[in-house]
């Protein structure tokens, strides 16, 4: 989870702005600075804290985007909450605190849906798989069906969420079947075993592969194109910060945001 405070002038402005009306009644300085009080005790009074539950491979992109928004509305401070999809959107149904959901499939958008926790969401990205390798890939993998090597050491996603569920559908496709040595929660722990070198290979979402350029390499196979992931995203229908929520979201779908997220290797629906 990201977190980020406001600057100390938020608390300090209101201060000086009483001490100041405290040692300085009638005179013409006095109301120079009580004409500007509103403003600055509003914006201190207006801060709000915007609450986004998001997929892990998200968080590189909403990261940059979170802190755009931040600089464009002054006052106001984006929270993080990043992590496997089923898990936040089970938060989000057992009352945690949230105000925009980013989920990494319509499947565990659905369980917010469902629960009458948001309406209407937008696709505004895809994903697709590809095979992650260490950078010298010792198993010496080329493609999908040498990780139905018993001595390949795999690591998958589990099913219940999305990278696993599209691993699932891409290898069935394939007509393959894999063990994996373990089974992760998110994308970013399934990528993590094959940056410490624990696993031979994993199947991950090819922005997985960019970020840890240097770390890992990545080998695109034909049947991820049969298992691509939608990422949906929405306000929440009790959301506390409704109006940044909105406007968190408007600016994920604005041409500022499709640059960020492109540029990070996610694909335009």
Request: with cysteine.
């Amino acid at each position: 989870m990201v977190f980020r405070r406001l600057s100390r002038w938020a608390v300090a402005v209101p201060v000086a702005l009483v001490i100041a009306g405290l040692s300085g009644c009638g005179s013409s300085d006095t109301a120079g600075s009580t004409s500007s009080a509103p403003a600055s005790t509003s914006a201190a009074a207006g801060a709000k804290n915007v609450n986004v539950f998001a997929a892990a491979s998200l968080t590189g992109t909403f990261t940059e985007l979170g802190k755009a928004f931040e600089a464009a509305h002054p006052g106001a401070t984006v929270k993080f909450n990043f992590g496997s999809s089923a898990t936040l959107a089970q938060q989000i149904v057992q009352g945690a605190p949230a105000d925009v959901f980013a989920a990494a499939s319509p499947a565990t958008m659905k369980t917010v849906t469902d629960a009458s926790l948001a309406s209407g969401p937008t696709t505004f990205v895809r994903n697709k798989l590809e095979i992650a390798v260490p950078k010298d890939n010792p198993a010496k993998v080329d493609e999908l069906k040498d990780l139905t090597d018993p001595k390949v050491k795999v690591a998958l996603c589990a099913e219940q969420v999305p990278c696993g569920a599209a691993a699932v559908k891409a290898l069935d496709a394939a007509g393959l079947k894999v063990t994996p040595v373990t089974l992760e929660q998110d994308v970013k722990a399934t990528l993590t075993k094959v940056e410490l070198g624990e696993v031979d290979a994993a199947l991950v979402y090819t922005t997985d592969v960019i970020a840890a350029a240097g770390k890992v390499q990545g080998i695109a196979f034909p049947e991820a194109d049969k298992a691509i992931n939608d990422y949906p995203i929405a306000t929440l229908s009790k959301a506390p910060a409704g109006d940044l929520a909105e406007q968190f979201v408007d600016l994920v779908l604005s041409q500022q945001g499709k640059d960020v997220l492109t540029k990070a290797g996610f694909e335009t629906p």
